[in-house]
């Protein structure tokens, strides 16, 4: 019998069984991973167990990013399990994306024996050293007696405060000594580490006052909102409905606010909506919410917001003032400043006159107006953007978890598919991973197995982690793939064209796979489509197949992502559908400016 069903004997184990009992006192019951020698001790121990599942994925990239789907999913934290070397640097880069979009998750590395470190051993790197940029806090455990306390202080650090991702080393020889397992509850919190989480009473006051004298303010939310929980999600939603304020989000932020909600004004940003980042650019008090003022939103800094009064609400200290300066800022989990918002307001001895925004919601119908995701639609080419409105509505009322991969159809998928609810739509927002939406699909659908689950892809980005379509299959998880396959890298084409001289520098794929085929190949359904008139049964039929589907949507080529905020431009000067000739935007370009691609 192993550690992990009997602590009898004074809670003596191995720290292979100290991983394991940790991981399911942390209320563990999914790890997404990949076997090596320096793990195989945990390995062992996972083939002795039933409390936790093991998903072996195909690359540890993988296994980072389906742990990253799994956490934003769910609001648990995403736990991924690697080797040393090689296994714990392919764990970099879903570890930075992780940290760029607060993303909790717990990854546990092997590592050589301690006797060795340092001597260039077979499959040794600096796990430490590397990872150090790209985590919340990591840790090399040299002593089998402290490894319980490591891993419980590793789940308290990436899911409090600003969530994120964290490593744990564990040498080879750690794994199989013999020490004292310590469950959570005798753990002593690390106590430098102490998140604020109630925000400052007399700023959150303040807030209050410039929001009820307010004549054009907007609410900007970000995934921090998400990140909080439901409730915070709720407040948000109450705080709307109180002030009668308009909203807008960032990429990440989709779904705290409902996409059908009247004060809703869509995504702003870069290829955010023309209303969006108008009232952006002309209000006169902005409330940000759990989000960081990134350069896809702000575009040009000095140009940004420039007549506002600015509030900034976040639980990380350095995201206040740290791109943009701020008139109060409130430290604090948005869910707990929230509540004390709606509060507060609901306190207020005067209610604000309630046509006290009649001329700015007008300002805002007339933007409108301008219809800014308009496209031209065709009876004889798919275009990318009527793929996703058709998606979502045989899609929206069913139990529905999106991914993405990165690149135009991740902005046409957040531009045209509503969401509703948060938790709802996982994508890279900071980092831009291509290859992220397959396996976080693969780690969605394993949380939640009885949900459809779609990753809305890129013929260029599902390459990159095609390779999970194996793991899909081995785990039963019935993950939907859906291409826009126009045969470009989509964006950087773009980019190209309007910054380059339409010189198509490699982004164009000569040679690419036939996507039914390889579909079949991995055990999947492979299905096509090409006709607009057939779209709705494909979609259909690939909602009702109970197995793994590539869908491959053949899109048109050339189309062209908008409207946009050229790269250092201001948000009133954004350009539109029926704006955006080459001529437009070369003319609307700095000739000092740079693709921020």
Partial sequence: MTGTDNQASGNRMTGAEIVLQALKDNGVEHIFGYPGGAVLPIYDEIFQQDDIKHILVRHEQGAGHAAEGYARSTGKVGVMLVTSGPGATNAVTPLQDALMDSIPLVCLTGQVPTSLIGSDAFQECDTVGITRPCTKHNWLVKDVNQLAAVIHEAFRIAQTGRPGPVVVDIPKDVQFATGTYTPPEAHDAQKSYQPKVQGDLNKITQAIEL??????????????????????????????????????????GLGAYPASGKNWLGMLGMHGSYEANMAMHDCDVMVCIGARFDDRITGRLNAFSPNSKKIHIDIDPSSINKNVHVDIGILGDVGNVLEDMVRLWRALPQKPAADRLGDWWGNIARWRARNSFAYKPSDDVIMPQYAIQRLYELTKHRDTYITTEVGQHQMWAAQFYGFEQPNRWMTSGGLGTMGYGLPAALGVQIAHPESLVIDIAGDASIQMCIQEMSAAIQHDAPIKIFILNNQYMGMVRQWQQLLHGNRLSNSYTEAMPDFVKLAEAYGAVGLRCEKPGELDAAIQEMIDVKKPVIFDCRVANLANCFPMIPSGKAHNEMLLPDEATDEAVANAIDAKGRALV
């Avoid at 929980?229 to 109450?238: F, I, Q």
């Fill in 211 to 252: 929001m009820k004298n307010a004549r054009q303010p907007v609410i900007y939310s970000g995934g921090g909102v998400v990140n909080s929980g439901p409730e915070a999600s709720r407040l948000l939603r109450e705080l709307v409905e109180l002030t009668g304020f308009p909203i807008t989000s960032t990429l990440m």
